[in-house]
Structures are given as C-alpha cells and as structure tokens.
C-alpha cells in the first residue's frame, strides 16, 4: 500500500515552454501533497505544500507564477514549470500525506531538462 | 523556520564495521524525524523513523536515537554490507497543525562501505 507515481518520469523541453509534471496517490487519499526539488548531489528542497481543493503554500523564495500547482481532487496534484529556463532543470520529487500527519509517501521523481 | 544539519558529509566505513550519522535541529516544535535512503535517481525510501515521545527505535541493524533536550537524533547501523551504500538524509517535521508536517531535509550524508 501507499503508492505514489508520477509521471513523466523524465522530460526534456526547449526554453521557455512549460511542463506539467503529474503526481498521484495510487492507493490513498492524500489531504497534502507535497513538491520538492532536488540538483545534482544536494537535499531535498521543499517548495509547495498543496492541500486538496485550496491555494498552494509555497516557500520563501519559490515563484508562485512560475511554479504552478494545482489539487484538483485527493489522489492528483501537478505541477507545471512555466517558461522554463536551463535552471529550473532539476529533479522533481512529489510527496503525499493521508493527513496532517507523520510518513509521507514519495513519488519516484521526474527528471527535468531544459535545454 | 526549521533548520536542519547533518554531519558528516561523506562517510567511508569496512563492510561489518558500524556507521553513524547526526543531526541537529533548530525547531523545538518539530515531533518526526525520519531517515531516509537514497540511490541514484531514485526516490527516497524511509529507513526507520522516530517520533518525539520516543528515545530510541530499533529495526534489526539500523537504530534512531533522539535527544530532545539537545535538539538531536543519530542513525546507527551496525554490521553495515556494501548494498547500504548510498545517500542518507535526515529530516524533521512538526506533524500536525497548520504546517501538515513539512519535511526540512538535512544535507545528506554519503556513505560508502568498503568490502
């Protein structure tokens, strides 16, 4: 149990296009979904927290308008990376949470590459 | 917010020796800490993870010891096999309430074991 895809698993885009990166809980309702990005060799960073049918908390420093979020129901939650630049190519790890509680459960990430 | 560090860096042991990993947190508020693995490309996949009413957990070879007064908790694996090798990360969260238990990562520890 608590499965969660995501797909693409990996793309790779032209400059200035956007991408949506899709992200489901398989077997789960998940109250809170989670985005984090990931460069070569670092942490995981946190940039939005988004809970089903309300506006996305991003943290400090994330471009709202760029990084589009959306939880339209409580097994789907997507991201879109708007004009995408060469740095925003990066690895892309959603997470999903059955509630305001502990384990998250992780995606196993897309591979952005903007070219 | 929440800051998390995670020492050390990199870590090389011999195969059957022990490894141990720290990391503080600044939040006196946060309650999870969970232990991550990660290998190349892939997601992270928890390890063992330890809530705050707890001093010590214990999973076969790998064990979470936290120290709440301290604001620490270590990862302990013992008899460590080549296939541990990977990157470790540690986290925290404040389960619960207005922030659905955001993770902050520490900066990963990698760890090598030697056969």
């Known amino acids: 149990g608590a499965v969660v895809s995501q797909h693409p698993s990996w793309v790779i885009c032209k400059s200035g296009t956007s991408v949506k990166i899709e992200c489901r809980s398989l077997d789960f309702q998940a109250t809170t979904m989670f985005w984090y990005r990931q460069f070569p060799k670092q942490s995981l960073m946190l940039m939005a927290t988004?809970?089903?049918?309300?506006?996305?908390?991003?943290e400090q420093g994330v471009e709202k308008d760029k990084f589009l979020i959306n939880h339209a129901s409580l097994t789907l939650s997507t991201l879109t990376v708007t004009s995408a630049h060469p740095e925003d190519s990066s690895f892309y790890i959603c997470?999903?949470?059955?509630?305001?509680?502990?384990?998250?459960?992780f995606g196993p990430g897309t591979r952005l590459t903007v070219t | 917010g929440e800051n998390v560090e995670q020492h050390p860096s990199t870590l090389s042991v011999q195969e059957g020796d022990s490894a141990v990993i720290k990391c503080t947190y600044s939040d006196s508020a946060s309650n999870y800490f969970p232990w991550y693995k990660q290998e190349l490309g892939k997601r992270p996949q928890l390890i063992i993870d330890i809530r705050s009413n707890v001093g010590e957990k214990k999973d076969q070879r790998i064990a979470v010891t936290l120290n709440k007064t301290a604001k620490h908790f270590s990862l302990h694996i013992t008899e460590t096999q080549p296939e541990d090798s990977a990157v470790y990360f540690c986290a925290a969260s404040r389960a619960g309430g207005t922030s659905y238990g955001k993770l902050t990562f520490g900066q990963g520890t990698i760890l090598t074991v030697h056969p």
């Open positions: 988004s809970n089903e049918g309300s506006k996305a908390t991003y």
């Open positions: 997470s999903a949470s059955p509630g305001a509680g502990y384990e998250q459960y």
